[in-house]
């Protein structure tokens, strides 16, 4: 099971940028997916999650600007990013709880995407 993410690239500050991470491989369902960045010299970090069920959670430096969004047909998660900053400059990485058989389950992660956001 692999995630492949794509769309990240250079805006400047207030533009928008869409992310997406699709799952492919040996797939019974997939669980919770959520989006997660590092910026240079700083932790990884929750930016928004999902669950199977549709509820979410925002980090509250992203909350208002960013909307996750999932479509369980294609195993595809999205991060809609608006008004971004130069401080949401960072690699984005996706996320995931899959499970490959009804009793097995893996948390994979993506390749990660740079986002880069200039002043």
């Known amino acids: 099971v692999q995630l492949q993410a794509s769309g990240g690239g250079s805006v400047q500050a207030g533009g928008s940028l869409r992310l997406s991470c699709a799952a492919s491989g040996r797939i019974f369902s997939v669980k919770d997916m959520g989006w997660y960045r590092q910026a240079p010299g700083k932790q990884r970090e929750l930016v928004a999650a999902?669950?199977?069920?549709?509820?979410?959670n925002y980090a509250d430096s992203v909350k208002g600007r960013f909307t996750i969004a999932r479509d369980n047909a294609r195993n595809t998660v999205y991060l809609q990013m608006n008004s971004l900053q130069p401080e949401d400059t960072a690699v984005y990485y996706c996320?995931?709880?899959?499970?490959?058989?009804?009793?097995?389950?893996?948390?994979?992660w993506g390749q990660g995407t740079l986002v880069t956001v200039s002043s």
């Open positions: 996320n995931a709880d899959v499970l490959t058989t009804i009793a097995t389950k893996q948390n994979i």
């Open positions: 999902i669950r199977s069920g549709g509820s979410t």
